[in-house]
């Protein structure tokens, strides 16, 4: 009887009864709204959680699939359109991944300017929060007039200018060719933005400042310099890459355990680096480096005042303010974690090399330090000091063992018989959430994350807590809608295989579509591509996150460059269909210019003048953003032939005929 009753409560623990997550803990609402319970279930599916689209990106498979298509050979290429057409031709629009309620949810959360929805700065948590409350915290944290000065203006033409003088001048010293040149030089940048997340295993929940800056206009220059100075830095004993680096430093045979484990932490290392003593080293370094030279043509002196020239270009905006980071490597940019690296290196060095006693161990991780102290308590105090007073603005924190067990990274380390046993660390306020199974992602992705965590739990736990971390895995993942079958298969191919799965280096000779992901669709789309040899690469549709998370002022569409743009008429319903490589607002210049003048071969102007028609200029919009000119051209055509008229003197790109029934039904 006992028995019969386990076993149910083992069924019913399988049916997902036990294994829920927490959603108050995933959805952090410290705002004065009071959400919904579909808001709230919404919200609990996660900021990664992508919304299905409600319709088939029709014209976006077509324009893939044709350039795809062009590069094969002619039988392959038409195979290919056939195959494509045909499953577009019979498929219906997949069903919603989120419920009706779920939608209404959506839009209404979207539609509320009184908050801003968030990810937590760690630990997955969703955080709502009062939006003046937000703005109030980010002004607070840009009033520290020690880290930052506030710009009269936009500093973004001026630095555009100066990097683009600095290029030219290293151009004609043939350090650098044009075409290297003209790629690195900024065009049409946007400024770096700042935004928060909220640190919710902290007492008044402060924000982590992170600085955007894709678009900025030191963002290709300092990805350049990244490539020739980034293998300097990374050679001293100190340096650990990741945790499975970690793992292979405390597991070593010369290794003591009896020592005690202590862990620094620099406070804002980031804003604190003094780049005044950091470009002299990183000179000394390069112009030590024997490899530079098959690296670059650049000098050391040259490479660092270009360096120079990004570190000190530190700026961004909060919604309408300029400000100016004043000391420290920018947050944002790439160059910034290996100046700080260079600068641990070195203080690091000098820090431990005056001191009477050493650390048995020391490795770091840019601003994390695991320790490794033989010497008594009282000297531990000491070397605290000490390591605070190389430079009165790093400043470590200090976190020594207790009860045997401290956390690095994502490790907690325990002393146990002379061992170290090894586990995964997670904070109190880790969710334990995960990409969810119901997510609008290919099935690759979606085991993809529970070979990974596998992977993770086999690399960092000592093997006596392997099983613990699988079961605890194996919950996790079931809450997250994942089924048993998924799980156990995906775990069981990960702990038996014994090679690294090695990222495919990319081949020129291997032919992609790269298509959005639409499930049912998607799979079949693919089918067809692996029997011509073709790799699909599939882009995620829009995710919670990019629905809600709404701290940055958005760029504006006819900003963007390299579009697909709809121009109206005032006076009928012709539009005209055209694209451009650059911006919508730079080509609506040009078209205004042609109908002023007649230019007969304008097909604005011709429409404007034949009919008398006015244009409406304001209602012109971008229709799609493509970035490749041969698949900008296919969209422009698509669009042009799926319209009944239009004031284009032309159709555009000839398209293949395989797809007239799919752009005359759409
Ligand atoms: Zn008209």
């Known amino acids: 009887m006992k028995q019969k009753q386990i076993k149910k409560f083992d069924q019913l623990k399988h049916c997902g009864i ?61 195979q290919l359109r056939t195959g494509v057409a045909l499953i577009l031709q019979k498929s219906k629009p997949p069903k919603s991944n989120i419920s009706k309620k779920q939608h209404t949810a959506l839009t209404n959360l979207k539609r509320n300017k009184n908050i801003v929805i968030l990810p937590a700065d760690k630990g997955n948590a969703t955080v709502v929060m009062d939006r003046c409350e937000y703005k109030m915290k980010m002004k607070k944290l840009l009033d520290d007039e020690y880290t930052y000065k506030q710009l009269p203006n936009d500093p973004t033409t001026k630095i555009e200018n100066k990097i683009t003088k600095a290029l030219k001048s290293i151009e004609e010293k043939k350090l650098i060719s044009k075409e290297q040149r003209l790629k690195l030089a900024p065009q049409h940048s946007t400024p770096p933005q700042i935004y928060g997340l909220p640190k919710i295993h902290k007492e008044n929940v402060p924000l982590r400042p992170i600085v955007s800056a894709i678009n900025s206009p030191t963002h290709p220059l300092a990805k350049f310099l990244v490539k020739i100075i980034g293998p300097v830095t990374g050679k001293t004993n100190s340096y650990i890459k990741n945790s499975t680096h970690f793992m292979e430093k405390i597991n070593s045979p010369a290794i003591n355990s009896k020592d005690t484990m202590i862990s620094f932490d620099v406070v804002s290392l980031f804003t604190k680096v003094p780049m005044k003593e950091v470009i002299p080293i990183l000179k000394m370094i390069l112009e030590q480096d024997d490899s530079l030279e098959d690296r670059t043509a650049i000098t050391p002196g040259e490479l660092c005042n270009l360096v120079e020239l990004c570190v000190k270009s530190t700026y961004f905006c909060f919604e309408e303010t300029f400000y100016e980071q004043k000391e420290g490597a920018s947050m944002g940019s790439p160059l910034s974690p290996i100046l700080a690296n260079i600068y641990m290196e070195r203080l690091e060095e000098e820090a431990i090399k005056n001191f009477p006693l050493k650390p048995s161990l020391w490795c770091r991780y840019v601003d994390d330090v695991f320790a490794l102290w033989p010497h008594d308590n009282e000297s531990i105090q000491d070397f605290k000091l000490h390591l605070n007073k190389q430079n009165k603005h790093i400043q470590f924190t200090t976190e020594e063992e207790n009860e045997n067990k401290i956390a690095f990274l994502d490790v907690q380390i ?90 495919k280096a990319q081949d020129e000779t291997i032919k992609y579509l790269v298509i959005p992901y639409v499930k049912g669709i998607s799979e079949k789309i693919e089918h067809v591509c692996r029997s011509l040899n073709i790799e699909t690469v599939f882009t995620s549709t829009p995710t919670l996150k990019k629905h809600l998370m709404k701290v940055k002022t958005p760029r504006e569409k006819s900003k963007i460059k390299g579009v697909v743009y709809e121009i109206p008429c005032m006076d009928c319903s012709m539009v005209y269909i055209g694209e451009t490589r650059r911006t919508l607002d730079k080509r609506l210049k040009e078209h205004q210019y042609a109908v002023k003048r007649h230019d007969e071969k304008n097909g604005i102007a011709v429409h404007a003048w034949n009919s008398n028609h006015k244009v409406n200029w304001l209602e012109a919009k971008v229709k799609e953003r493509v970035e490749n000119y041969t698949r900008r051209r296919i969209t422009e055509a698509v669009v042009i032939q799926s319209l009944p008229s239009t004031s284009n003197l032309d159709n555009g790109l000839e398209l293949n005929p395989t797809w007239q029934p799919i752009i005359a039904s759409l």
Request: glycine share 2%; net charge positive; hydrophobic share 25%.
């Open 414 to 503: 325990e002393r146990k018989n002379n061992k170290f046993i090894t586990s995964i660390f997670r904070k109190k306020t880790h969710t334990d959430k995960y990409l969810n199974y119901k997510s609008n992602h290919h099935p690759r992705i979606l085991s993809g994350v529970v070979k990974c965590l596998t992977d993770r739990a086999k690399k960092l736990c000592h093997p006596s807590e392997i099983e613990q971390e699988l079961k605890h895995l194996k919950e996790v993942f079931l809450a997250n809608g994942y089924p048993e079958q998924t799980i156990n298969s995906n775990i069981k191919s990960k702990r038996n295989s014994t090679t690294n799965n090695s990222t």
């Open 18 to 78: 036990k294994h829920t997550l927490n959603k108050r803990k995933i959805v952090k609402n410290i705002s004065n709204y009071n959400l919904t319970q579909d808001e709230e279930d919404l919200l609990s599916l996660g900021m990664n959680f992508a919304v299905s689209s409600q319709k088939i990106p029709k014209v976006e498979i077509i324009a893939s699939t044709e350039s795809t298509a062009r590069k094969l050979n002619k039988e392959d290429g038409q």
